[in-house]
T-cell receptor, first 109, second 115 residues
Framework: GENVEQHPSTLSVQEGDSAVIKCTYS??????FPWYKQELGKGPQLIIDIRSNVGEKKDQRIAVTLNKTAKHFSLHITETQPEDSAVYFCAANDYKLSFGAGTTVTVRA | GAVVSQHPSRVICKSGTSVKIECRSLDFQATTMFWYRQFPKQSLMLMATSNEGSKATYEQGVEKDKFLINHASLTLSTLTVTSAHPEDSSFYICSAREDNHQPQHFGDGTRLSIL
C-alpha cells in the first residue's frame, strides 16, 4: 500500500514569513495529492489539492508543488497569519487516501 | 463548498453502551463515505469505506462486528460502536465523496468518551 511521510512534525514561523511542508510517497501509481488543515477539535478541511498531471497549483497564499519523478510534493504558505496556525496533513492516492503524520504549524504574532 | 455534517459532536456514556454516529452530506450525494479514527496528536486512521447500498469494506484489524457501518442512502452513513468500552474512546471522523473524481470532505468529528 501507499506510505506517506511528512516533514517537519512541528513548524514555528514569524507572522508574515513563509511556511513549507514536505511529503514523500511510495506508490508511483498515486495520482491525487490533497492537503488538509485541521484545527483543534474539528475535522480536516481541504485547502488545496493537485493531480499528477499538474506540477504546481496556487490559490492565493497557498501553493502546492508536485515532483512525480522524485515522488514528493510540498505545501507552501506565504505571508503567514496567526489564523494559519493548525495541524496540516498531506495525503496521497485516489480512491483511498493515505495520510502523512501531520505538521503542527504555529505562527508567532 | 461541499458540507459534511456529523452528529453528535460529543458523546459520554457508560461502558457496555452502543453508540450511533451519523454522517450526512448536506449539499451533494455521496457515493462513498469513509470512517476514520484519530488518537490525540496522531494522524487519521481509516477504519472502513462504505458505498451506498453495499456492505462496508473494513481495514485490517478493524472489527466489523464492533463497528457497524450502514450507508443506506446517498446522503447518510452511520457508524455504531457496539458494546463500547473505555479503549474505544477516541475522535471519530467521517468523510464523504461525490464520486471518484471529487475530493473527500470531512465532518467535524465525534469525540467519544466511554466511562
Amino acid at each position: 500500500g501507499e506510505n506517506v511521510e511528512q516533514h517537519p512534525s512541528t513548524l514555528s514561523v514569524q507572522e508574515g514569513d513563509s511556511a513549507v511542508i514536505k511529503c514523500t510517497y511510495s506508490d508511483s501509481a498515486s495520482n491525487y495529492f490533497p492537503w488538509y488543515k485541521q484545527e483543534l477539535g474539528k475535522g480536516p478541511q481541504l485547502i488545496i489539492d493537485i493531480r499528477s498531471n499538474v506540477g504546481e497549483k496556487k490559490d492565493q497564499r497557498i501553493a502546492v508543488t508536485l515532483n512525480k519523478t522524485a515522488k514528493h510534493f510540498s505545501l507552501h504558505i506565504t505571508e503567514t497569519q496567526p489564523e494559519d496556525s493548525a495541524v496540516y496533513f498531506c495525503a496521497a492516492n485516489d480512491y483511498k487516501l493515505s495520510f502523512g503524520a501531520g505538521t503542527t504549524v504555529t505562527v508567532r504574532a | 463548498g461541499a458540507v459534511v455534517s456529523q452528529h453528535p459532536s460529543r458523546v459520554i456514556c457508560k461502558s457496555g453502551t452502543s453508540v450511533k454516529i451519523e454522517c450526512r452530506s448536506l449539499d451533494f450525494q455521496a457515493t462513498t463515505m469513509f470512517w476514520y479514527r484519530q488518537f490525540p496528536k496522531q494522524s487519521l486512521m481509516l477504519m472502513a469505506t462504505s458505498n451506498e447500498g453495499s456492505k462496508a469494506t473494513y481495514e485490517q484489524g478493524v472489527e466489523k462486528d464492533k463497528f457497524l457501518i450502514n450507508h443506506a442512502s446517498l446522503t447518510l452513513s452511520t457508524l455504531t460502536v457496539t458494546s463500547a468500552h473505555p479503549e474505544d474512546s477516541s475522535f471519530y471522523i467521517c468523510s464523504a465523496r461525490e464520486d471518484n473524481h471529487q475530493p473527500q470532505h470531512f465532518g467535524d468529528g465525534t469525540r467519544l468518551s466511554i466511562l
